[in-house]
């Protein structure tokens, strides 16, 4: 197995089909073995049905059906450990980086980075349909913020729902997390530097979702998780 997307989902009934199909359109052209792998997080709505529907017209699609909500960092962590992909990503179930920017992460798997993400806020980024300008203000203060607390100096968007693993860097780094919502992706990058994998940020076209469920009150609990991870490393709970 050459790929595995891993899609966390929760309460995506609205737009998870759209999605799935779209990465199904591209991958089927590829010459490569891979997976989809779609982790239900106990959603209200029916995105588990809607997952098991395309089960059948899409293939090599999987669905693991979690009953309870436990946190995207849960789901993709799961994910993760469950693919069979020598490189794995996942990717929102919004679509809001399309499948086709896993392009731009080849070359740096090629040159021996383990860990790509994709960057909102790197030059080169396309914005197609850009977030209010206060959304945009409060989130380049939060990400200061991040990179003082954490330690994630130069990495200017720890949160875009679009990142590359190889096999052996998910493994590890995902064995060790335990962080299971808001301030997983920091969790992830953090790991990552600590164990001296190689990252490198790249630019994506990115649009941004006007129903995104991204509140302050969650950057606040994201905050409180980030203090966490930095407790965490002090108390070496991650050697």
Not at 24 to 33: A, G, H, N, P
Request: proline fraction near 3%.
């Amino acid at each position: 197995m050459y790929l595995s997307i891993i899609i966390p989902a929760y309460n995506e009934e609205k737009q998870l089909a759209n999605t799935l199909k779209e990465i199904d359109k591209y991958l089927s052209k590829q010459t490569y073995d891979y997976e989809i792998l779609v982790v239900n997080d106990g959603s209200k709505d029916r995105t588990a049905e809607v997952g098991r529907e395309q089960v059948s017209v899409i293939r090599n699609l999987k669905m693991i059906d979690n009953k309870e909500n436990h946190g995207k960092g849960y789901v993709v962590r799961q994910g993760m450990l469950e693919a069979k992909g020598e490189y794995r990503i996942f990717s929102d179930a919004d679509n809001a980086t399309s499948i086709d920017q896993i392009e731009n992460m080849w070359p740096q798997f090629e040159k021996g980075y383990e860990v790509v993400i994709g960057s909102r806020d790197i030059k080169g980024t396309i914005i197609a349909l850009p977030q209010p300008w206060w959304r945009i203000m409060l989130g380049n203060v939060f990400n200061l913020l991040v990179q003082v607390i954490s330690g994630l100096w130069g990495i200017w968007d720890t949160q875009c729902g679009f990142k590359g693993f190889t096999a052996r860097t998910a493994k590890d780094i995902f064995s060790k997390c335990k962080i299971h919502r808001f301030a997983f992706d920091v969790e992830v990058l953090v790991l990552a530097k600590k164990m001296g994998y190689k990252i490198k940020e790249i630019p994506v076209i990115w649009r941004n979702n006007p129903e995104s469920r991204v509140k302050f009150k969650s950057m606040i609990k994201m905050l409180l998780e980030i203090f966490q991870i930095r407790k965490n490393l002090l108390s070496h709970r991650y050697d």
